[in-house]
């Protein structure tokens, strides 16, 4: 194999598809129209119109499944939540770190003792920080919280790997500072990527894909950059050969 195409699938191994914005059938459309790709995200929008069988057909496209659900709720109803989604087979799924440490262990040590009964591997629970659609004013505003969200951000890092949460979804920007604290295998899963010249939409603190890895990102998630594209397969590739040193 050529050293570009073996780096180029090395790196899609860190990028994961939002199927965000469209039905079920163009959501299955788009996943099998793209050569490489190894992970898509399945968050409210699909979940919602397709159900949880959207994850199994996923996953007979031989794709990972990032699960991006956000659950947040009493300790027990977040141990049922993630132990349904881990039967599903999902190797990445979100839960809010403002749910506090009971519910994150809950949820943990119910994800892995569903995975582990399914003979299905362990899967990552991604503790959520601060939505990357949060800017500062706003957010000390309506929320009322003093603290800058760089800071507020490790605080909840902190808490979900005192809970034995395997990794967090930050900003890019906060990255650098997470990894510093917590190298992996911690994960850090950042949405907020444009690559150069992309519009914003709605996200406020965001990086490109490359300045994303370097500054210690484990996995990114990109949507509409590939999505909306003309050509979704040309952009993914794009986005690969972007981030070869």
């Known amino acids: 194999m050529p050293p570009n195409q073996a780096t180029n699938q090395e790196h899609s191994q860190r990028l994961i598809l939002a199927l965000d914005g469209m039905d079920p059938g163009q959501a299955m459309a788009l996943a099998q ?18 159900g949880p069988a959207v994850v199994a057909q996923l996953r007979e496209l031989g794709l990972r499944v990032f699960l991006d659900l956000k659950f947040h ?7 049922g939540a993630c132990r349904s989604a881990a039967r599903l087979g999902a190797e990445l799924i979100t839960v ?12 943990q040590d119910a994800a892995m003792a569903a995975a582990d009964q399914a003979g299905l591997a362990s899967p990552t629970l991604l503790a959520v920080t601060v939505l990357t659609s ?3 004013a706003a957010f000390a505003r309506e929320l ?3 603290e800058p969200v760089p800071t507020y951000v490790g605080r909840l890092a902190r808490l979900a790997a005192g809970a034995g949460i395997g990794g967090c979804v930050c900003s890019p920007l906060e990255v650098a500072a ?15 990527i444009r690559p150069a010249g992309s519009a914003l939409g709605d996200q406020q603190r965001v990086l490109t ?16 950059p590939i999505t909306a594209a003309l050509d979704p397969a040309q952009a993914f590739e ?3 050969r972007s981030l070869v040193a």
């Open 209 to 224: 894909p490359a300045q994303a890895i370097a500054a210690g990102s484990s996995h990114l998630v990109i949507g509409r």
């Open 96 to 107: 809010h770190a403002c749910a506090g440490s009971e519910a994150l262990k809950a949820a």
């Open 178 to 192: 997470l990894r510093a604290e917590h190298p992996e295998p911690f994960a850090l899963v950042t949405p907020g």
């Open 238 to 240: 794009a986005i690969c």
């Open 33 to 50: 129209s793209i050569p490489g790709l190894r992970w898509v995200k399945v968050g409210l929008e699909l979940h919602g119109a397709a």
């Open 73 to 79: 709720d009493i300790p027990a109803t977040m141990a």
């Open 134 to 136: 949060w800017e500062q």
């Open 144 to 146: 009322a919280v003093s």
